[in-house]
Nanobody, 121 residues
Framework: QVQPVASGGGLVQAGGSLRLSCAASGRFSSAYAVGWFRQAPGKEREFVAFITWGGGDTYYADSAKGRFTIARDNAKNTVYLQMNSLKPEDTAVYSC??????????????WGQGTQVTVSS
């Protein structure tokens, strides 16, 4: 069993950057994909990006393409989400999760607490 822990959120101005980290107690394994999701106030949780732990394949939501990059560090057992050119509409609680991979919340079994990202205009 793996327990993801997200960190790295904060307050940033529009156009700025943040890097989120997803570490885990217990090892991520090649059986997992690690995904990032976000939830803004009053909205449903939405998919942002995922990476397969074994092959490093990545997939992004349209809103993240060209601005966000997901990457993994096997040695540190950590997944990163580099977010550039941030917009006020990126403001949300960002959570990471481990599971079989995909764009649906139901495809992930292990969730960590989120980290708040606030982008000011």
């Amino acid at each position: 069993q793996v327990q993801p822990v997200a960190s790295g959120g904060g307050l940033v101005q529009a156009g700025g950057s943040l890097r989120l980290s997803c570490a885990a107690s217990g090892r991520f394994s090649s059986a997992y994909a690690v995904g990032w999701f976000r939830q803004a106030p009053g909205k449903e949780r939405e998919f942002v990006a995922f990476i397969t732990w074994g092959g490093g394949d990545t997939y992004y939501a349209d809103s993240a393409k060209g601005r966000f990059t997901i990457a993994r560090d096997n040695a540190k057992n950590t997944v990163y989400l580099q977010m550039n050119s941030l917009k006020p509409e990126d403001t949300a609680v960002y959570s990471c999760a481990a599971g079989s991979g995909g764009t649906l919340v139901s495809q992930y079994d292990y969730w960590g607490q989120g980290t708040q990202v606030t982008v000011s205009s």
